[in-house]
């Protein structure tokens, strides 16, 4: 089949991205407009039956599989590695691992008591005691 090189096209008004061939047009419109709905929140065309699954998947808050907060999606990454409570960060003093909760109220006493060991070496002694 061959395609003429200079065949016009044209760009839907609904879905506003695809360059249709003119002849096509009619058609793509009428399925285009019956079936695409463009989401609100990032512009993409998605199809209306699927719309609240789209939303779903992509732009719901989603739980923090950690603290099980619900948070923005965007903001999960920075709230694990920076906000969550129940993240695991480790402790200055003995790089034991624990929740962020924990933390300070564990480096109060580790701090404490690490003082007088020599953490280059003592490190492991101190942590078994
Ligand atoms: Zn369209
Ligand atoms: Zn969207
Ligand atoms: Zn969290
Ligand atoms: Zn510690």
Redesign the pocket.
């Known amino acids: 089949m061959e395609i003429p090189s200079e065949m016009s096209t044209v760009v839907c008004s609904h879905c506003n991205v695809r360059a249709i061939p003119a002849p096509n047009i009619d058609l793509h419109y009428a399925h285009c407009s019956r079936n695409l709905e463009k989401c609100t929140i990032c512009g993409d065309m998605v199809p209306r039956k699927h719309a609240e699954e789209h939303y779903m998947n992509t732009h719901a808050p989603v739980a923090?599989?950690?603290?099980?907060?619900t948070?923005e999606r965007e903001v999960l990454a920075h709230?694990?590695g920076a906000?969550?409570?129940?993240?695991i960060v480790t402790c200055e003093y003995c790089e034991f691992p624990l929740p962020a909760v924990d933390l300070s109220k564990h480096q109060e006493f580790c701090g404490n008591r690490t003082e007088f060991c020599d953490l280059a070496t003592n490190t492991f002694d101190c942590v078994n005691e």
């Open positions: 923090c599989s950690l603290c099980r907060e948070v709230h694990k906000n969550c409570p129940q993240r």
